[in-house]
Structure formats: structure tokens, C-alpha cells
């Protein structure tokens, strides 16, 4: 019989960042305590899966590692990635309708190139996930809806200059919380312009402001797009009791967001309030990705919940009309971006990774081609990774690349090779799941 929820649980009780780290493994162990209790496993509707292991060439279809994205993972990131990779093949399989993958480590601020830990990520699970699904399932339009307090700067860094990937985040202002990032005008490069949807909240915005805002832009934006996937990542640190953020969330207001998103596949973000949050807003999810009844979950303790101010649904109103416009001219937007541009467009970055006090410097460049999707390359240099100073310049090349382009791809890293300025230089093919070295 077809469930309508798989479950993958993997709490990684080998890796920690430190042993107090918000990040650690009784934020699923709590939640696993809670669904034990209250039997759901035993019912029919719910589907437990054991997450299978990611291979390398999985994370190389995403991520460029300097030296290597080997040397920077350990086992249970391979797992946290393999459990996305069940959870997608469960849905895709027929098994259950959908499937939602409680792993550790997180991944939504991992980029596409990996000097080290930023945010508690060093390899992004969802978009490994993403990349499966193209992949093995030939699955072109996806929808990647991130609920997490904190900006996805990561999400948003790889799918920069997908037109085919539907970014969406709501998180807290960036100007009050970390990464500093995820501001309206950050919209996608010219070709994908208007597909990267960031909806900054005030801090105090609960349940009433988050739904207004779906309601009012999210589920119209979807609608439009028609993606054959939604992927949710699951981030539950909006809660009102969470340590890291300000926000007003409750596990009601995160169950009735699921009920709406209806997303195919979802996966666990933030959410550091592991006694007091966590193990409801889990099991309000859950309840409603397996169209269960939820209307009972409430926390046992809401002293800290605050009333929403009106001026949170002032911002929403306006991310309402702002981002509305954006998306109902986005074409027009990105014909006249390209047609400014020309063959090419770049951008200047510099990233910072607060686990290791990594500083990165990178320029990255999309080559626009009539006939295919052009190519990237990129040029980055960081100081205090683990290996000292380090420099590499990458060339991607995508399935679509057209031969011409692909020429001019390997043309550039062979040049890059002959200038001695790099450490590394590497081509990553995305058709392989490799990174060959120059």
C-alpha cells in the first residue's frame, strides 16, 4: 500500500562542530522521541526509509571543493546528502507521495565553491538532491521553497543563473541576522532574472504575517511557474523560542505552511529550540505532509510568544507588490539585462565563513551563448583555510553546453593553467559528477 509520507532520519551522532554547538544531534533525537511516543510510526500513512550513502560524484555534480571536496566532508555528510537522495528516490519511485528527510549536517548556506564550514554547511544537500533529480530523473523546472530563519545564501549562490530553478526564501531582514544577505534586488543573474524571490521579514513577524505572505505572493509565484517539484527546506527556526533569531512562529503556523506548500519533498534546516520547538513543529509537519490531522499540536509552553507588531504586515504588503512586479516583468527585465550585458556578466563576492574565520575573494563570470546556456567560469582566492592560502580558477560546463562553448570552457582553464597564477585549475563536468584537474 502507498504511503503518503516517507520519513529518513539521521541524527550524525559522530559530528559535531563543538559539544555545546546549537547544531548536535538531540535536535532530532528529541523529535524522534516525540513521533515514538505518539505512535506515528506505526500508522499506515507513514513510511520510515534508512538513508543510503551520496557518492562523491553526486557532490562534484554541485560543488567544487578546494583542494578537494573530499577533504573537507566527513562520512555523515555523505549520509545527510544520501538521505536526500532516498527521500527524492521514495517520491520519484511511487512509494509514498511524499518524503521529508530529517539528516544533519544542514546545507542551505554550502556554495557552489567549498573552502570550509559557513553556517554549520559545507556541502548543500538540497541542491545535491536537485541536481539527483536532473540527473537520474530528467526533471527540469524545481522549486526550491526555503522557510529557514536565515537567508539560503547558499541556495541562492548555486541557482543563481538557473532559469529552470525557482528560488524562494523568507527569512528574517538580513540586516538583523546573519548572513546579511537575501535582499529583494538580489534577483538572479540576467538570464534567470526574477527566478531568485527573497522576501526579508521584520523581526516579531508570526504566524498571520508569514501566511499573509504566502497567500499573497508565494502561492501565486508557484502556481505560475509550474515546477514538477517542490522541494521545501525545512528550516523551523522562525519559532518564537528559538535562540538564534526574533521571529513569532508557532508549530501551528509551520503545520498549516506545510499544509498549503504541499511540497514533494522537504528537508531539515535550522531550528536550534530543541525541547521547546522542535520536537512539535517536526510533528506538525509531518501531520500535514501526510494529510493527518495536526490541529492538536500546540507547544505546552508559549510564554515567550509575542504579539505580532503591524508593521510586519506593512512589510509583507509591500514584498507583496514589489516582488509581484518583479515577477510579472521578469522577462522583459532580463531581455534588457542581457541585451546591457552582452556575451558576458560577472560579479564580485567576498564571502566570509564564520565557523573557520575563512575570507574568500571571487569573481565569477556567466559567457552567454545563442545557442546553449554559455558556460561559467570562476576565480576565487581565501586566506586561513585549513591548508593555508589558496587559489583556483574553474570552468563548469553544463549537459546543455553546446560543443563550441564546451571548447571555449576547457580554451579558458587551459590559459588560466599557462599564467601560473593559480594553485588549481579544474573543469567541472556536470554531465560526469566530476572535477577534472588542469
Known sequence: MKSNLGLVFFPAFDWMISPTHPERQERLLYTRDQLLEEGLFDLEQIREYKPQLAEISDLQRVHIGIPAI?????PAHLVSAGGCITAADSV???EVKRSFALVRPPGHHAMRVVHGIRGFCVINIEAIMAAYLRQKYGVRK??????????GDGTQDIFYHDPDTLYISFHQDGRTLYPGSGFPNEAGSPAALGTNINLPLLPGTGD????RLFDGIIRPILDDFEPEIIIN????DNHFSDPLASMSVTAQGYARLADKLKADIAVLEGGY??????PYVNTGIILAM???DYSNVIEPDQTGLRRQDDRCNARVDELIRQIGDLWTNRQKLSREALAKCGDTWSRRKNIYYDEEGISEEQVETVHYCKQCNGYLTIQTAAKNTRFGSQSAFIAIVEESTCPVCRQEAYDEALKAKKTAKWQYVFVQDKTKGNIENI
Open 208 to 211: 498571520e504575517g508569514v501566511h
Open 233 to 236: 527546506s525545512a528550516g523551523q
Open 290 to 292: 501526510a494529510e493527518m
Open 92 to 94: 520519484m519511485s511511487g
Open 70 to 74: 573530499s577533504r573537507l566532508i566527513t
Open 273 to 278: 529550540s530543541v525541547e521547546a520547538a522542535l
Open 142 to 151: 524545481i522549486a526550491i521553497v526555503d522557510t529557514d530563519v536565515h537567508h
